[in-house]
């Protein structure tokens, strides 16, 4: 049985309608012109400062407000629940993944309350024994200590990491772990600039996956 930890934002969720929200909220109440889908999306993956630093870059707005508008964006993401749907496939896998008897984790740099709100919002809680969020330690993902963490939770086994970002890759290749990359998520570059394991582009196919790596593995 493996020890199995997942990423959450484009790798079980398509949150980002709902941070997209967010982010628009907060422009248009200061008068700034709203950021495109496409941009919340290439925000995404290195945590709440760093999107709300993106997000300034892209209208101008000084580094001044980055504090204030920090703060606003986090006091809102808890709430950024409604648009946010899994994709296709995700909650069979877990359940085939956790039938099968492997132990689940999610290392996200999402908030943790916002990660807890969305994961219950949508009736995942129950398949994770271990959730982490970008603010569960003082330092996040590409630093490999939550992910570290996530995995000394889930017991013994083998340990395999599974997202879909650069920030994942880097992450997994830190903590020495297996990386399966998604294809169908927030990345930024082409598979061939991200180091990973194995890639996957249907949740339905990850069980047979996960049993081919274990397989290859023993
Ligand atoms: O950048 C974020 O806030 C979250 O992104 P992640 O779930 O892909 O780590
Ligand atoms: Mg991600």
């Known amino acids: 049985m493996a020890r199995i930890v997942f990423d959450l934002d484009g790798t079980l969720i398509d949150s980002a309608p709902d941070i997209h929200g967010i982010a628009n909220a907060l422009l248009t109440a200061d008068g700034y012109d709203p950021i495109t889908l496409e941009q919340a999306r290439d925000f995404i993956g290195n945590g709440a400062a760093v999107f709300v630093q993106r997000m300034r870059a892209a209208r101008g707005i000084p580094d001044s407000r980055q504090e204030r508008m920090l703060m606003d964006f986090v006091a809102n993401y808890d709430r950024a629940v409604t648009l946010t749907r899994p994709y296709a496939g995700v909650e069979a896998a877990l359940r085939t993944l956790r039938g099968q008897g492997h ?32 603010d569960s330690l003082p330092v996040h993902k590409p630093d490999p200590s939550p992910l570290d963490a996530a995995f000394r939770k889930l017991g013994e086994g083998p340990e395999i990491y599974v997202g879909d970002s650069e920030v994942d890759a880097e992450t997994a290749q830190r903590a020495m772990v297996p990386f399966l990359l998604f294809t169908e998520g927030y990345r930024k570059t082409s598979l061939s600039m991200i180091p990973h394991t194995a890639t996957f582009s249907a949740f339905d196919g990850l069980p047979d996956l996960v049993s081919s790596l274990l397989a290859e593995a023993a």
Not at 120 to 126: K, R
Request: glycine fraction near 12%.
């Open 103 to 134: 132990r689940l984790g999610i290392c996200t740099n999402k908030p943790l309350r916002a990660t807890k709100a969305v994961l219950d919002h949508l009736g995942l809680s129950p398949y994770f024994e271990t959730v982490w969020g970008g």
